[in-house]
């Protein structure tokens, strides 16, 4: 492979100088190349093989028991001033994160190799995409990118001698959670990230290109870098209409993009199409549309809870090719994790390395356990997964998971609103969640751990998005979790989704009706298709209900929220609290 990029080279021999490894091998992509590092990775046990025959092309992976899951306390963003990262981000001084990090870093590959990963997040050459780099030791990581991003020769070509690209590095270094740090320097286009072996912290054109720094760029260029699933829905008459929806974890998103339509709407001709199950990029086109494409190529998604029943698309991508991290190794080379399909094994080997029986209280697997798989494996993926001007988005939504306040859906007043909805979007704390459990937390448009600048600069570029657009999507809002007295569930959830999915496009093309309220407008029970759905009666006006003094109560948490972003707070947040007040009033 010939280099002709010398900053490139130029940067690599820099941090070559800084982590001493043994050799440099630059990744070229090739299935080759695959099969190589794989069989290297079982030989010092960093992989396991699975079953070929049942699993083909699959293998599995422990992190260190202390490492499984995002450190955000240990994440930063690294700006010259610190108004810049804004009151929801950890802050440090260039200057000080590159000392630190050098520290950590120095000598941290020795007696190992570097790998150099040229990738495109998004389709290589689309106006869409980026370009990074990234160093790392880790042969786990090398095979992921292989999925989650497009690699190797095609990318550099691309790059050519002297393209934009992000600087990523990475080392396991010892994995003490000590020494671990993830750096993002969004005024140097850098990311560093030391100590661990995580995905989430070491896969870098993940949440660190595509979101922390994507977000810097985007405001600084006109696009927007968001943690939304995209997911396209052809209706009867083959008309495709597609939205991009962000929600906080642990309500859904992986489940929604690549949902099954009921047998209700099934019959009527609908199919949904899986663009993308948690970044989206979108872009103002020349035809004053916002269009979006999503910037990996594979899924990376938790395994407990992912079954047959909840996801069958997701259960038919993983039989192959895919990397399975810290679930139950069963005695036959398969896998299995709780919640799981049946039969629950009888016994097999924990994601600690420890022989496990069932009926003890100790979990098979890590409830952040993984599979990384390709996303063209996936029955329900879109033939535009490379096109390089992506989708156009008819609606965006925004949801949460709130046991009494929001109803099932309604629809902002106009673009500026349905920012202010984004901007105070929240969920409640569930058990597996740190923290009180029931506790409302604030996560504007699920971008709280992810937005790499100042928040109020963030909501200010999404009301200056809408400005932009000749026809800005419509904005929603959805709740799939509202409970009853008894604290159980009033919808049913998974396929059924579609229904209000179906009167969000209808609404966007103007063909269904709707009741106006004082926070948007809610669809009344006619407006929606319960064809086939047997809900004790009551129910859908229970799930549509507004309760205006529970609102009035939650306008006092939206005050005390955006308290924290001062004067730099856009004046059009506090109109729109202002308008609902009155609403409400």
């Known amino acids: 492979m010939i280099i002709k990029h010398k900053k490139l080279l130029s940067w690599v021999k820099e941090m070559a100088a800084l982590c001493k490894p043994d050799k440099i091998v630059w990744i070229d992509g090739t299935e080759e190349e695959k099969r190589r590092l794989e069989q290297e990775a079982f030989r010092t046990g960093e992989l396991i093989e699975l079953n070929q025959e049942k699993l083909p092309g699959c293998v599995y992976h422990r992190t260190s028991p202390t490492d499984v899951a995002r450190t955000e306390h240990l994440t930063f963003i690294c700006t010259k001033k610190k108004s810049d990262a804004g009151p929801t981000n950890n802050w440090m001084s260039p200057k000080e994160a590159f000392e630190k990090g050098r ?29 990074g780099i990234e160093l790392t030791d880790s042969i786990y990581v090398v095979l992921n990118m292989r999925i989650m991003t497009r690699i190797g020769s095609a990318v550099l070509e691309r790059l050519g001698k002297d393209g934009e690209f992000t600087k990523g590095l990475h080392s396991k270094a010892d994995l003490d959670p000590n020494r671990r740090l993830i750096l993002h320097f969004p005024e140097e286009n850098t990311i560093w990230s030391v100590g661990s072996g995580y995905g989430g912290n070491v896969l870098l054109g993940k949440k660190c290109l595509s979101l922390r720094l994507g977000s810097f760029l985007g405001n600084k260029e006109g696009w927007l870098a968001e943690h939304m699933l995209i997911m396209g829905i052809e209706d009867p008459s083959g008309y495709i209409g597609y939205i991009a929806a962000a929600f906080p974890s642990a309500c859904g998103k992986t489940n929604l993009a690549m949902l099954i339509p009921p047998e209700g709407l099934k019959k009527k001709g609908y199919r949904i199409w899986t663009v993308g199950d948690d970044i989206a990029w979108m872009r103002i086109d020349t035809d004053g549309q916002l269009w979006a494409v999503n910037p990996e190529a594979g899924f990376f998604g938790v395994a407990p809870g992912t079954n047959s029943k909840t996801n069958p698309n997701m259960m038919a991508a993983i039989r192959s090719n895919t990397i399975y991290t810290n679930v139950l190794l069963k005695m036959d080379k398969t896998v299995w994790w709780e919640g799981g399909d049946p039969p629950v094994p009888d016994e097999g080997i924990d994601w600690q390395g ?37 989708v156009p988005i008819s609606a965006i939504i925004f949801g949460g998971r709130r046991a009494r306040l929001a109803p099932l859906v309604y629809e902002a007043f106009t673009w500026r609103h349905g920012v202010y909805m984004g901007a105070t979007m929240a969920s409640e704390r569930t058990a597996a969640q740190y923290g009180k459990q029931g506790e409302v937390r604030r996560d504007p448009m699920a971008m709280l751990p992810f937005c790499g600048y100042n928040m109020a600069d963030y909501f200010k570029h999404w009301l200056q998005m809408g400005k932009r657009m000749a026809r800005p999507p419509k904005v929603f809002h959805v709740n799939w979790f509202r409970t009853d007295e008894n604290g159980d569930y009033l919808w049913p959830g998974f396929g059924e989704n579609l229904r209000v999915l179906e009167w969000v496009i209808d609404r966007c093309r103007a063909g269904v009706g709707a009741a106006e309220s004082p926070i948007g407008y809610v669809p009344r029970v006619e407006d929606l298709d319960l064809n086939g759905l047997n809900l004790p009666n009551g129910t859908m006006d229970k799930l549509l209900e507004i309760n205006k003094i529970e609102w009035k109560e939650e306008l006092k948490d939206h005050r005390e929220f955006f308290k924290m972003f001062g004067k730099r707070l856009p004046k059009e947040i506090w109109d729109e609290y202002r308008a609902l007040e009155k609403r409400l009033a």
């Open 354 to 390: 420890r022989p496990w029986r069932p009926g003890t209280d100790v979990l098979s697997s890590h409830p952040n356990s993984r599979f990384t798989v390709p996303a063209r494996q996936c029955p329900s993926i879109t033939n535009r997964m490379e096109h390089h001007h992506g």
């Open 103 to 131: 520290q950590l870093f120095k000598n941290s590959m020795v007696g190992r190799t570097m790998y150099v990963i040229p990738f495109s997040m998004g389709p290589v050459g689309s106006a869409f995409s980026k370009i």
